[in-house]
């Protein structure tokens, strides 16, 4: 299922045009890189040499993160630290929805205040 969520939220980002963007993970852990540069693999693992370690360290920049944060929160879903999630196995598949919903429309929110 967190392969399913990558996916699905890069779908977004993709869509919305969001470039240097991406969400990685492996299994049940996700981290969302927003105008970093990186990007991920068709598995969801990041690519290879699209972010260094510190780029990795400082994620997203604190008004990024803020906006991120406060937008999934008041949309039902909060993101640890602001910028990475766990799905558990009480996750469903309308959870994963909801999910995918909520970051798509935090990202609009973004784009709007041109934070991205």
Avoid: W
Avoid at 94 to 115: P, S
């Amino acid at each position: 299922m967190g392969r399913k969520l990558i996916g699905e939220m890069n779908q977004a980002i993709e869509q919305l045009g969001i470039e240097g963007s991406c969400v990685y993970g492996d299994g049940p852990i996700f981290h969302v890189l927003l105008g970093k540069g990186a990007c991920a693999n068709q598995d969801g693992t990041l690519a290879s040499g699209s972010a260094d370690t510190l780029t990795l360290r400082q994620a997203n920049a604190p008004d990024v993160k803020a906006a991120l944060h406060l937008g999934m929160l008041k949309r039902g879903v909060d993101l640890m630290s602001g910028h990475a999630g766990i799905l558990s196995t009480a996750h469903t598949e309308d959870d994963l929805a909801l999910t995918v919903e909520a970051f798509r429309q935090t990202l609009k929110e973004m784009l709007e205040a041109r934070l991205l």
